[in-house]
């Protein structure tokens, strides 16, 4: 490559021999930026410290291309190994402490290369030349939190520069740094920083909740929590709420589930979080069970839930009085797999099933309607169909009417809140990062909510009756939604008609729609003034039906009466501090209150200083102010103590058990129990015999025995262990199966003795895994012993006899 001399550095930035520096964090500095504006990267070589004082007395910048790279020993078995960058340069700046002037001088400096220089355009990617600054690291954290990718949080970092030249480091850099931040937070493991994360959330409101279960061997598998909003939310609008499970949104693909509800502007909100291990009617039950102790085990009116026969089964033990509805979309997904062939070659069959679901409110005309379907496409005899009408009083609309609902018929919140997850989500995320973005996704539902609060206050609702005395009675009362909502029931009076009543104590009357089929009964009692209609309108939804606002019209009753205006839809449905059972306050923000509180003090201490220059004590009175005001501002920064009297975690009183909560978090599990995840649907993770390599071409006879004999060790091992363990459950099942496994064994024989033989070898193989047993030997002489010695059939008695003396005898 020949020499090559750097000859387009200014003279003043050129390095020279007698040149001295006031430290040599300075003279790296000064050769880095030569390096720079010469086209070549530096780096450290060695160093020299005094022994007594530890300060360095020497030092020496090299080339990065000085020296070679040594021989790897891994090189023979490394397939495409990385290019060399070193050439044996010895360009380099020595520097030595100078003991009188304390300064550092260069006494060595060498400006040759052996190499090409890198051009002015390139020379930002040399190693020297790149850092993560503080500001970039600030940027680069904010971005990666607000669910950006690497290649977008560059990209908008080298914007905000003017290029990426200016930027000082490269896309691998702010993929080092990212990777190398993970590590940080998970040195301590994924329990520790777990624990970590929520005593941060506990320090800053302790009205969060969160709780873990353990398995036998101390490891997490299910983890539920909830902040203070969360609570606040769940008692205002309890009454309905949804829960699903969704995968491949975190790196273990545990299942997330989400409670949600809707809240008075029909806006979705968040209940609680919770990642399962698995999808189990035990880990079902603990999650309801910790999220109704959250909430103060207050149950909800109705959950709406798919058809997971797990989920179910939970909800029956945990809730049994909420009424529990099944998702008609995931019926519909189901019918799809079921009832496949009838899409395709029976076009009216969909209306005619989606008819059922949701159209007939009577229960008789439900039934003749689903007898009709069944003979109409002759599948009365299909199984799925026969199990799914046992559930109808979970989906029909004729039974669903008659519990409150909140007009949900679906899980569709809970596909909504997975499909934002997953725009934000990514499945490398590790735990605290998946709750870091967890909360992004329920802050913008929480936006979502503040903006559709505003839009009802700035916006006034359109009405399309302008006289209607009613509309103007809940134009200011209802929430936008609602009113759309009930401003289209007022709308469909007009088609109404009165075809029958019957006016006594309680006033009856038939309505129906012109020209259309259908009737619905409307009772009015004027003594009580109360009103009920048989579509349920008000029942499920929460506001009057058409049928009952016609009657009111014909009685001439303007206005609404206040008991059918449901709080829940009402513009201040939210309006009033949130309680629990134990009347504790919770607080949304606890930070909201830190700033409200000292923000009040600004005009007390305004006051103060206009009377000490008005008065001739006023120095005294100044410096009492002064005084104060540092007081409350040292108990603005120890915002807990001045909070803990106020926000108390819900169903605990914080104060009395600060002890042992402190004592909750300290105590670190083992770990967080791993799931096996199955990557590939079509492909299983392979067990330890299907793991070991095949014989290669030549291997010896010997070899391929040897390993032959290891695989039937291994896989008899197998078999007895499950055979022991079947034996010490102590239940019939497990006896039944030995049973069978005995006679499957002597099927070649004939008779019962040999049964007993083959059920005796057994127990003596089992015998032999566990030890030499005297118990289980003579427990299985006792159930053989007789049919063995007298060589006769291996009967009911024999067996009963036999075994409950071995029971007796274990």
């Given at each position: ?22 430290a ?13 504006k010469a ?10 410290k005094?022994?007594?004082?530890g ?24 397939k495409?190994?990385?290019?060399e960058?070193?050439?044996g ?5 020595v520097?030595?402490?100078n ?5 550092y001088v ?5 400006a040759e290369?052996?190499h090409?220089?890198?051009l ?13 600054a ?28 003017g290029?990426?030249?200016n ?12 990777r ?20 941060r ?5 302790p ?6 279960q353990?398995?036998?061997e ?11 909003r ?5 008692s205002?609008f ?15 693909a ?10 008075h ?8 979080g ?13 999650l ?17 839930i ?9 909800i029956?033990?945990?809730m ?8 008609s979309?995931?019926m519909?997904q189901?019918?799809e ?12 069959f969909?209306?005619?099933f ?24 002759d ?28 007009g ?34 329920v ?9 559709a ?12 009756l ?19 909502f009930?401003?289209t029931?007022?709308e469909?009076?007009?088609?109404l ?19 259309q ?6 009772m ?24 009952g606002l016609?009657?009111?019209?014909v009685?001439?009753?303007?206005l609404?009466?206040n008991?059918?205006i ?23 923000d ?8 000292y923000?009040?003090?600004c ?18 009175i100044l410096?009492l ?24 975690r819900?169903s ?7 002890d ?18 199955y ?20 291997t010896s006879k010997?070899?391929?025995k ?9 896989a008899?091992d197998?078999?007895?262990?499950k055979?022991t363990?079947d034996?010490?459950?102590g239940n ?21 003795s ?14 032999s ?17 007789g ?13 009963t006899?036999?075994?409950?003396s071995?029971v007796?005898?274990?």
């Amino acid at each position: 490559m020949g020499i090559h001399v750097p000859s387009n550095v200014p003279m003043e930035s050129t390095p020279f021999k007698g040149m001295e520096f006031e430290a040599n964090e300075i003279a790296y500095g000064f050769y880095n930026e030569y390096g720079r504006k010469a086209g070549f990267s530096i780096r450290k070589e060695y160093v020299n410290k005094c022994k007594k004082t530890g300060v360095v007395t020497s030092r020496r910048f090299v080339c990065a291309k000085e020296r070679v790279r040594g021989k790897d020993k891994r090189d023979q078995n490394v397939k495409n190994p990385r290019a060399e960058t070193r050439c044996g340069c010895e360009a380099c700046l020595v520097i030595v402490l100078n003991r009188d002037s304390k300064k550092y001088v260069v006494s060595e400096f060498i400006a040759e290369h052996n190499h090409y220089l890198h051009l002015p355009s390139t020379v930002h990617m040399m190693p020297s030349q790149r850092k993560v600054a503080a500001t970039h690291a600030i940027e680069i954290d904010l971005a990666h939190e607000s669910g950006l990718g690497l290649k977008q949080s560059y990209e908008l970092l080298s914007k905000q520069v003017g290029g990426y030249d200016n930027l000082g480091f490269t896309k691998q850099d702010h993929k080092n740094y990212l990777r190398t931040k993970q590590e940080r937070d998970m040195e301590h493991g994924a329990a520790a920083s777990l624990g970590r994360y929520f005593s941060r959330q506990l320090k800053e409101n302790p009205s969060y909740y969160f709780a873990t279960q353990l398995d036998c061997e101390e490891l997490i598998t299910n983890i539920f929590w909830a902040d203070a909003r969360m609570i606040i939310d769940y008692s205002h609008f309890d009454d309905v709420i949804t829960f699903d499970t969704t995968y491949s949104i975190n790196r273990d693909a545990r299942p997330l589930g989400v409670f949600l509800g809707l809240n008075h502007h029909r806006e979705t909100i968040v209940f609680g979080g919770a990642l399962l291990y698995d999808e189990t009617i035990e880990s079902f039950v603990w999650l309801f069970e910790t999220f109704l102790e959250a909430m103060s085990e207050k149950k909800p009116v109705t959950i709406f839930i798919d058809q997971d026969a797990a989920m179910s089964a939970a909800i029956k033990v945990v809730m049994p009085k909420t009424y529990h509805a099944l998702c008609s979309w995931h019926m519909w997904q189901n019918a799809e797999k079921h009832l496949g062939h009838l899409l395709k070659t029976e076009p009216q069959f969909n209306a005619d099933f989606l008819a059922c679901i949701y159209e007939y409110d009577g229960e008789d005309e439900f039934l003749r309607v689903w007898n009709e379907m069944l003979d109409k496409y002759d599948i009365r005899e299909n199984k799925w169909l026969i199990d799914l009408f046992k559930l109808k009083e979970k989906w029909a609309q004729a039974y669903v009417k008659r519990t409150f609902t909140a007009g949900m018929k679906t899980t569709q919140l809970s596909e909504s809140f997975n499909a934002d997850l997953k725009d934000c989500l990514r499945t490398d995320l590790n735990i605290v990062e998946f709750f870091t973005h967890f909360e992004t996704v329920v802050n913008q539902k929480r936006d979502k909510e503040l903006e559709a609060e505003y839009n009802s206050r700035q916006k006034f609702p359109r009405l399309t009756l302008k006289s209607s005395p009613m509309l103007n009675q809940v134009a200011t009362v209802y929430t936008p939604k609602l009113f759309d909502f009930f401003q289209t029931e007022v709308e469909e009076v007009m088609a109404l008609s009165i075809l029958e009543r019957n006016v006594s104590q309680t006033h009856s009357y038939v309505v129906g729609v012109f020209n259309q089929n259908g009737k619905y009964e409307v009772m009015w009692n004027p003594l009580d003034e109360t009103l009920s209609c048989s579509c349920k309108k008000f029942e499920s939804f929460g506001i009057l039906c058409r049928h009952g606002l016609k009657v009111l019209d014909v009685l001439d009753i303007k206005l609404i009466p206040n008991r059918y205006i449901m709080k829940r839809w009402r513009r201040d449905a939210k309006h009033g501090s949130g309680k629990n059972c134990t009347t504790h306050n919770i607080k949304p923000d606890t930070r909201l209150e830190y700033v409200d509180r000292y923000r009040d003090l600004c005009p007390k201490y305004i006051q103060l200083v206009n009377e000490a220059c008005e008065t001739k004590e006023g120095h005294n009175i100044l410096s009492l102010a002064i005084a104060d005001l540092k007081k409350n501002l040292c108990d603005f920064r120890n915002c807990k103590a001045n909070v803990e009297e106020d926000i108390i975690r819900p169903s605990t009183d914080f104060a009395d058990q600060e002890d042992q909560l402190c004592a909750s978090i300290t105590i670190v599990p083992k770990g967080i129990k791993k799931r096996e995840v199955y990557r590939n649907k079509k492909r299983r993770t392979k067990s330890w015999i299907e793991k070991m390599r095949k014989p290669k071409e030549g291997t010896s006879k010997k070899q391929t025995k040897k390993r032959k004999v290891q695989e039937e060790i291994y896989a008899h091992d197998i078999v007895a262990q499950k055979k022991t363990e079947d034996i010490s459950s102590g239940n019939i099942t497990s006896f039944t199966q030995l049973l069978m496994s005995a006679s499957t064994s002597s099927a070649a024989h004939q008779g019962g003795s040999s049964a007993s033989v083959a059920l005796a070898s057994h127990l003596k193989s089992t015998s032999s895994v566990v030890g030499s047993n005297d118990k289980i030997n003579g427990a299985g002489g006792l159930l053989t012993q007789g049919s063995v010695a007298s060589g006769g059939p291996l009967t009911q008695e024999s067996i009963t006899n036999g075994w409950n003396s071995m029971v007796h005898n274990l």
